[in-house]
């Protein structure tokens, strides 16, 4: 079973990942990973934390040489800013003088800020932003790094493209029409949005506007898996369906707040002829489907289409335009309190919601090959394969 846990605080030394249960013998190609760090960073909308961080992975247990030796791995990445935050966040030593300059008494709507205070009775909310933040997602962008190494020894890959921002949508319609061209048309822009140019145009114009009034905005994107074997997941008991397990894990990324798989919210709409997913042959009399609507999921267990999510972001908490609260501290009425942050941040939550998925695309995998080392699971592979259900021919 593959485990991953964060530590880490936004302003602090930095961010700790440990993750469990992958096997012997895979080589973490770190330049991946940290690509895949650098474009969280990216994104129209986003605000100044992400010109001070150039985030970057180290491995500290695990591996020799870049290979996994089936040991626990931790990794590290490190927070540029904390030298700015030294007698703020420092963990350990006397507190100094000044070291409450960045208390904060308001907490902020949408934020953990009220809700934390109850849970923990943290006077100074600073206590609640740091590790509520969503510095946090670098982590486990990082952690998905890890998992897309081993789904990319097993041929899976995944992307993400912005489907809308501020109400301003892609006309699906208006898409390329290849996975691959998607993908590329996605990457080739700084909001990662696959739709023409004039729509990227009116996006980015709503995104200015919505600065300009010193407001927030939230969004859609799509995230998609390709190549993933059939078979993955289960319908025996609730826990272990997949469709639950990806939604629990897109649902965890701050300020996501609907997940649909497939064409899930479409199901209220339409009669079930025009839902499901007709089963039929291909031209050289294969087991095809002709639409994907599940999004490449039935009963919890993948079924050889492409696994398709879209996550929907709520608009960003901390606004210029703060808006009403209370301080905690002289029980006065006051506005929210407000720290630098971006417009949007939906460009970067595609990258956090692709390394959801891939860590748990990359469980369930271990789940159904076992293995101890690649190897062992990669001739399991080969196995499976054979017998899978999409290879077996018309009258065969
Ligand atoms: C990549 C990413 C960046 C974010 N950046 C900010 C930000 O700059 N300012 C902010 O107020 N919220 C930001 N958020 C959202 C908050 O972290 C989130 O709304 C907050 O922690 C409360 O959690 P909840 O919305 O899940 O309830 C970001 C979320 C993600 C995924």
Same mark, same amino acid.
């Given at each position: ?44 909308? +986003? ?41 703020? &966040? ?8 000044? %070291? ?40 486990? @962008? ?17 992307? %993400? ?78 826990? +272990? ?70 996550? @929907? ?43 959801? &998925? ?14 101890? %080392? ?23």
């Amino acid at each position: 079973m593959i485990r991953f846990y964060t530590a880490g605080e936004s302003h602090g030394k930095g961010l700790t990942v440990w993750l469990d249960g992958f096997p012997a013998g895979l080589e973490l190609d770190v330049a991946f990973i940290n690509h895949h760090l650098a474009r969280r960073q990216k994104g129209y909308g +986003r605000g100044g934390r992400m010109a001070i961080e150039t985030d970057e992975i180290e491995i500290l247990n695990g591996t020799r040489f870049c290979v996994t030796t089936g040991a626990p791995l931790s990794l590290w990445v490190k927070n540029r800013d904390y030298q700015n935050w030294t007698d703020i &966040m420092d963990p350990m030593g006397q507190a100094p003088d000044g %070291s409450d300059e960045k208390a904060f008494h308001r907490p902020r709507p949408g934020h953990a800020d009220l809700a934390g205070h109850f849970k923990y009775g943290h006077q100074d909310l600073r206590n609640v932003l740091e590790r509520s933040s969503a510095r946090e997602t670098a982590a486990r @962008v990082a952690a998905g790094g890890v998992a897309l190494c081993l789904l990319r020894a097993f041929g899976i890959s995944i992307y %993400s493209h912005v489907t809308g921002v501020g109400g301003v949508e892609v006309d699906r319609s208006t898409l390329p029409t290849s996975h691959d061209a998607i993908e590329a048309r996605a990457e080739s822009n700084d909001f990662r949005c696959a739709g023409p140019d004039d729509l990227l145009t009116a996006m980015k114009a709503r995104i200015d506007d919505a600065r300009k009034e010193g407001v927030t905005l939230g969004g859609r994107v799509e995230v998609v898996a390709l190549n993933v074997p059939p078979g993955l997941g289960s319908y025996g008991q609730w826990d +272990r369906k997949l469709d639950g397990q990806l939604a629990q894990a897109l649902m965890s990324i701050p300020a996501v707040k609907a997940v649909s798989l497939g064409d899930g919210f479409l199901g209220s709409q339409v009669d079930g002829s025009q839902f499901h997913d007709a089963i039929t042959f291909d031209a050289d009399g294969r087991i095809a489907r002709p639409t994907n609507r599940a999004g490449g999921l039935e009963g919890g267990v993948t079924n050889g289409q492409p696994v398709v999510a879209e996550v @929907v972001m709520k608009p960003i908490s901390t606004m210029l335009k703060a808006l009403d609260s209370v301080n905690l501290k002289t029980g006065q009425a006051e506005q929210a309190h407000f720290e630098r942050s971006d417009v949007t941040a939906v460009a970067a939550c595609g990258v956090v919601a692709e390394a959801m &998925m891939a860590l748990t695309l990359a469980n369930a995998l271990v789940e159904k090959l076992g293995g101890d %080392s690649l190897e062992e699971m990669q001739a399991h592979f080969k196995a499976t394969l054979a017998h899978q259900p999409c290879s077996v021919a018309k009258g065969g």
